[in-house]
């Protein structure tokens, strides 16, 4: 078993991990409870992480919303789930969905529509459209929006 880490060292090891890569307060948070860090350490810990700017909730959750709409092409519905589960603050969650570049989304919606229908044999019935809406939803886009974009797809002849 490892010896548990002292505040100072978990401290510093959070400080190394945030200079790596973008993470949110409730990402370091968990790791800091993992490392065995009493919660009033950890709380004091994450307030210096965040005046040293190397935490800053609006900054990784608009980076993780731009992210996961261009690479992995999920929906808001979807991001905003994953947003809320990483316990962010509603108003900073909006402010990411918010910050979405329309023209992005639109193309990861028609990309994730156009995806599937090339493997759905019968795309163009009833039930081709309903096994592409379920495929768009399940990725988290608005039901309105796939509605239009499959209705605005060719089908093909």
């Known amino acids: ?57 609006r900054r990784y959750a608009r980076v993780f919303a731009r992210d996961k709409v261009l690479f992995n092409r999920w929906g808001r519905l979807k991001i905003r789930a994953a947003l809320m589960a990483k316990r962010l603050a509603s108003d900073i969650i909006a402010e990411a969905l918010a910050d979405i570049d329309a023209e992005a989304y639109a193309e990861a919606l028609r990309a994730t529509i156009d995806a599937k229908r090339r493997i759905t044999p019968d795309a163009d019935t009833r ?31």
């Open 127 to 157: 039930e081709g459209r309903l096994r592409l809406f379920r495929h768009a939803a399940a990725r988290g886009f608005e039901p309105q929006l796939i509605i239009e974009a499959i209705n605005a797809a060719p089908t093909e002849s």
């Open 1 to 57: 078993m490892p010896k548990p880490l002292t505040p100072q060292q978990a401290a510093v090891r959070a400080e190394e991990m945030c200079a790596r890569a973008e993470h949110c307060s409730g990402e370091i948070r968990l790791k800091l409870r993992q490392w065995g860090i009493a919660l009033v350490e950890a709380d004091a810990i994450v307030e210096r992480l965040t005046a040293k700017r190397f935490i800053d909730d």
